[in-house]
T-cell receptor, first 114, second 113 residues
Framework: KAGVTQTPRYLIKTRGQQVTLSCSPISGHRSVSWYQQTPGQGLQFLFEYFSETQRNKGNFPGRFSGRQFSNSRSEMNVSTLELGDSALYLC?????????????FGPGTRLTVL | SQQGEEDPQALSIQEGENATMNCSYKTSINNLQWYRQNSGRGLVHLILIRSNEREKHSGRLRVTLDTSKKSSSLLITASRAADTASYFCATDLLKGGYNKLIFGAGTRLAVHP
């Protein structure tokens, strides 16, 4: 099976702009989670989607939003970008049938806000 | 805030030596997972240990879990230069909700030829 894919891999934006990142999970996986990784805060959970519904959310401002489509692909959006949003954004997919939450990560999208 | 604390923060060893990394956490968990990350790339899943398991092996990896001490360790035996990476533990909390992993700060491992 193909792994988790994320597009784009690199992105440069300026403050105040908005950005949309995309994640395609492993075929058959219906859960997609998003994480932000920064040198200062480390890896932090953003939100999780399953069957187009957000089931879990981390402690991020409302500028961070996401959605999931019927084919399980997910997008996350960050509006009114701030310098502090510069980070590696990782998505992970998981199989609902697993009795444990083994998550498989994509290569990430490196966002730089100038 | 992060659930896990990992130590050491950095570890430098020679090829062939063993590397041990430790992880502690604060609240009850469903399972604990270890991941590897090379130079800011994606995370590679290494091993998952459930809360009712005490030890698990996968190739050169050995993971232990002590729920009474809320701690886990990852042992890499006979290390290779290719093992150079950052290693993270991640906990799936008992009451954390779906697929929400809480990561430790990570251990940077450098294996020298």
């Amino acid at each position: 099976k193909a792994g988790v894919t994320q597009t784009p891999r690199y992105l440069i934006k300026t403050r105040g702009q908005q950005v949309t990142l995309s994640c395609s999970p492993i075929s058959g996986h219906r859960s997609v989670s998003w994480y932000q990784q920064t040198p200062g805060q480390g890896l932090q959970f953003l939100f999780e989607y399953f069957s187009e519904t957000q089931r879990n959310k981390g402690n991020f401002p409302g500028r961070f939003s996401g959605r999931q489509f019927s084919n399980s692909r997910s997008e996350m959006n960050v509006s009114t970008l701030e310098l502090g949003d510069s980070a590696l954004y990782l998505c992970a997919s998981s199989s609902r049938t697993a009795s444990y939450n083994e998550q498989f990560f994509g290569p990430g999208t490196r966002l730089t806000v100038l | 805030s992060q659930q896990g604390e990992e130590d050491p923060q950095a570890l430098s060893i020679q090829e062939g030596e063993n590397a041990t990394m430790n992880c502690s956490y604060k609240t009850s968990i469903n399972n604990l997972q270890w991941y590897r990350q090379n130079s800011g790339r994606g995370l590679v899943h290494l091993i998952l240990i459930r809360s009712n398991e005490r030890e698990k092996h996968s190739g050169r990896l050995r993971v232990t879990l002590d729920t009474s001490k809320k701690s886990s360790s990852l042992l890499i035996t006979a290390s290779r230069a290719a093992d150079t990476a950052s290693y993270f533990c991640a906990t799936d909390l008992l009451k954390g909700g779906y697929n929400k992993l809480i990561f430790g700060a990570g251990t940077r491992l450098a294996v020298h030829p």
